[in-house]
């Protein structure tokens, strides 16, 4: 035997402990729930990001409610979200404050095995007796980000930085450009077209 296999032992065992304690508060004991509606709150920061290896956020300061219905042969969850997450805008690079929010709504039933195939349906196996909600809640908030961040400084024009000011001064010169080329035009089709209208 490996003189350090103990050591070993406990250092894996302090990880599942870890890795159990990550979601231990998204762990809903149902069996123990009274029938009806039940309301549960999380507050929803970068920690809970770095469990699923997701890092897209500088910060994030997000309010989750469920709404948690035990029926005596299903079980309804309601999700909502509201609140902000820290990303660099897609034209300028400069950091800023998105404000996002959504729903989302799971039944879950319970059957033979496990089934998580349909988004909106999961199939826990008879005996099951508690549900972890901390993945639905990850994919709820990463999928109502938009693709495209834009500051709304960009929109509104207050946002002064070095990458927008070379942006307009690009574009100011494209618009010359073209209007230069309208300016451009031959005398002879000017010639032709007065031809074409006189007629």
């Not at 309301?39 to 290896?53: A, G, L, V």
């Not at 409610?65 to 042969?73: A, G, M, P, Q, R």
């Not at 997450?85 to 929010?101: A, S």
């Not at 035009?185 to 010639?191: A, F, V």
Request: charged share 35%.
């Amino acid at each position: 035997m490996h003189p350090n296999s103990d050591i070993c032992l406990q250092i894996g065992i302090d990880q599942i402990d870890v890795e159990m304690s990550k979601t231990k508060e998204f762990l809903i004991p149902f069996v123990g729930l009274k029938l009806g509606k039940h309301h549960f709150e999380y507050q929803i920061n970068n920690t809970f990001f770095k469990n699923f290896d997701y890092d897209e956020f500088q910060s994030s300061d997000i309010k989750v409610n469920l709404l948690f219905e035990k029926k005596s042969n299903m079980l309804e969850l309601e999700f909502k979200h509201k609140g902000t997450v820290n990303v660099p805008c897609d034209v300028t690079g400069e950091d800023f404050d998105l404000p996002i929010k959504g729903k989302m709504k799971l039944i879950v039933r319970f059957g033979e095995e496990f089934n998580d195939d349909n988004e909106e349906l999961l199939i826990l196996p008879h005996g099951e007796h508690e549900i972890d909600v901390a993945q639905y809640i990850y994919e709820m908030i990463a999928l109502s980000v938009p693709q495209k961040r834009i500051h709304p400084g960009v929109k509104d024009g207050s946002l002064q930085t070095e990458a927008l000011a070379k942006l307009n001064e690009l574009s100011v010169k494209e618009q010359k450009e073209e209007s230069n080329k309208e300016e451009d035009i031959d005398p002879r089709w000017e010639k032709l077209k007065k031809l074409l209208t006189d007629k």
